[in-house]
């Protein structure tokens, strides 16, 4: 069998078997999300934080509830690292620098998971387990809640709430999360994943020598780091090590758990508003621009453009052999259109056009299917303003799934869409203005790629890097910890902004002049409206960069 071959299967198994689960697990979602009835663990926690599980929310006190919340959760994790050599299990570990400790503070409470260390050697296993596993829930359940405010905006009608941040985080985290997190471990486990509290493990190298390999609970932070679309690994080389991802079938599974949320929460979507069909036409996007992705992306990876991949017959350079290109490539395609970023092989290596693509997937919004429930609420952003266009183009009022679209809406889908370019352009310009692009390793079109990925992956909430960019400077900490912090947040404000205008509307009945956005013609309008935007926003830095290196 050959590597392209082997490198299809791979992939059709994949889909074969997220279109399996995408209507029984979105339906549990569904029901976990939509239920009322508490479970005695819920109802005490309540109790221990004074909710009210009964209450109702604005959109201003659920925007103000994930913002508390995600502010104390900085502050803590700030404090374990700072702290932890003063902690159980620290390893005899120095306190984390304090521009260090904020990077990673914000970056695991913002779902983005951007490490500027080496997992092994800076942080003990009370930090690793208590603070960064602890945030790969949290975050999750965070994004996954937020979606959902914003499917009650247009499913429900005159009325200003949105349900209840806190019964909706415990939700998701308790009933969701929680339980796939420990059976995916022990999964995890059972082919190979170490799981221990050793401060490290003696092993023989292939060449007959020995090195001692930090060992810790690293099964149960890969679980939730891929199905919570997180992507911090234990260790340095994330999923590349094979204390981390053991096997080619660990690796399936690992893609398919980062993939499983954002593919299936639009079969939530479909039954909260009551129109599954609605929910198979945002599925059917995420899947046409991710099909298109891992194609291409294998594509130019098998290829090997370049001349050292021509001469050499391949482009492993950076790949791990265990995986080889095809799936290293669908790996990486797969992370970075999730908002994941873990890697198994290091993408400063891809080649010009393959890192290009690992980019633009970020740049397309992170919506192909994007991040636990941000993929969702980003692509509904699209949707509306896609929506927008074509009620423009024949000149009515624009109206989905029964609200219009005037000039409240478009201003906070604008605002939304706007922000991240906003943030990897200006950060990439400041980076090459203060001379801090010296932090990259090459020069020329490669020494450009590198800054903006970082501060693509950093806008957007990735968390992936190319490797080829020193980022543990004080400057680089902060600048890439305010992108991620205002990447996060911003956006959550204008979607809870947005879903409080369209839950206070009246339904608006469907009409002759009504656009269906159920059927193929929306599809391909949104892919389209999605792909153009993009195009119009990066493609100068994009030509300057990877296209100007590869052509």
Not at 81 to 86: A, C, D, G, I, T
Not at 369 to 380: F, K, N, Q, R
Request: proline share 4%; charged share 10%.
């Amino acid at each position: 069998m050959t590597t392209t071959t082997a490198g299809v299967i791979f992939i059709l198994s994949l889909i074969a078997a997220l279109v399996a689960v995408y209507k029984p697990f979105g339906d549990h979602m569904y029901r976990v999300v939509s239920g009322t009835r508490q479970s005695r663990v819920e109802r005490g926690i309540y109790r221990l934080v004074g909710v009210d599980p009964a209450a109702e929310q604005s959109w201003g006190v659920y925007a103000r509830s994930v913002l508390a919340f995600s502010a104390v959760s900085i502050l803590f994790l700030y404090a374990f690292q700072r702290l932890q050599n003063h902690l159980w299990l620290s390893l005899g570990f120095d306190p984390v620098v304090p521009h260090g400790a904020w990077n990673t503070a914000v970056s695991f409470v913002t779902n983005t998971n951007w490490q500027w260390y080496s997992g092994e050697s800076t942080m003990g296993h009370l930090v690793q387990m208590a603070g960064l596993a602890v945030q790969n829930f949290a975050s999750a359940a965070v994004g996954i809640a937020v979606a959902v405010a914003l499917v009650r905006g247009f499913a429900q009608s005159r009325t200003g709430e949105l349900g209840n941040f806190w019964v909706d985080l415990t939700r998701i985290v308790l009933r969701i999360l929680l339980p796939i997190a420990v059976l995916g471990a022990i999964v995890l486990m059972i082919g190979g994943a170490v799981q221990n509290l050793s401060g490290g493990t003696d092993v023989t190298t292939l060449t007959g020598g020995g090195q001692t390999v930090t060992g810790g609970p690293v099964a149960s932070q890969e679980v939730i780091k891929e199905l919570g679309t997180n992507g911090g690994g234990f260790y340095n080389v994330n999923s590349a090590h094979p204390f981390e991802n053991p096997t080619t079938w660990t690796n399936w599974l690992e893609i398919f758990l980062l993939l499983v949320i954002p593919f299936s929460l639009p079969r939530v979507f479909g039954r909260m508003v009551g129109q599954n069909r609605q929910g198979y036409a945002i599925a059917a996007v995420m899947g046409i621009l991710a099909f298109v992705s891992i194609a291409l992306t294998n594509v130019f990876e098998l290829a090997g453009h370049g001349t050292v991949p021509q001469a050499v017959g391949a482009a492993l350079e950076g790949k791990e052999v265990r995986f080889d290109v095809s799936n290293s490539a669908t790996f990486a395609a797969a992370t970075t259109l999730t908002s994941t970023g873990a890697v198994n092989s290091f993408h400063d290596s891809f080649t010009s056009l393959g890192g290009m693509m690992t980019m633009v997937n970020m740049m397309l919004g992170e919506v192909a299917p994007g991040g636990t429930g941000s993929g969702l609420y980003g692509l509904l952003i699209l949707a509306v303003i896609t929506v927008f266009v074509a009620g423009l183009m024949v000149g009515r009022t624009p109206e989905y799934l029964g609200k219009k679209i005037g000039s409240r809406e478009i201003k906070f889908a604008s605002l939304y869409f706007l922000i991240t370019p906003a943030l990897v352009l200006v950060g990439t310009a400041a980076a090459f203005a203060t001379g801090n692009n010296s932090a990259a390793l090459n020069v020329g079109p490669h020494g450009l790629s590198e800054v903006l990925y970082a501060f693509t992956s950093a806008s957007n909430n990735n968390g992936s890097a190319f490797a080829g960019i020193t980022v543990s400077t004080p400057w680089w900490n902060t600048a890439l910890g305010l992108c991620m912090l205002l990447g996060r947040f911003l956006p959550i404000i204008f979607v809870l902004a947005l879903a409080g205008s369209l839950a206070r509307q009246a339904p608006t009945p469907a009409s002759e002049g009504t656009l269906p956005t159920h059927r193929p013609l929306f599809v391909g309008m949104v892919v389209g409206v999605t792909l153009i935007l993009v195009a119009l926003t990066f493609l100068p830095a994009l030509a300057l960069g990877p296209l100007a290196e590869g052509l």
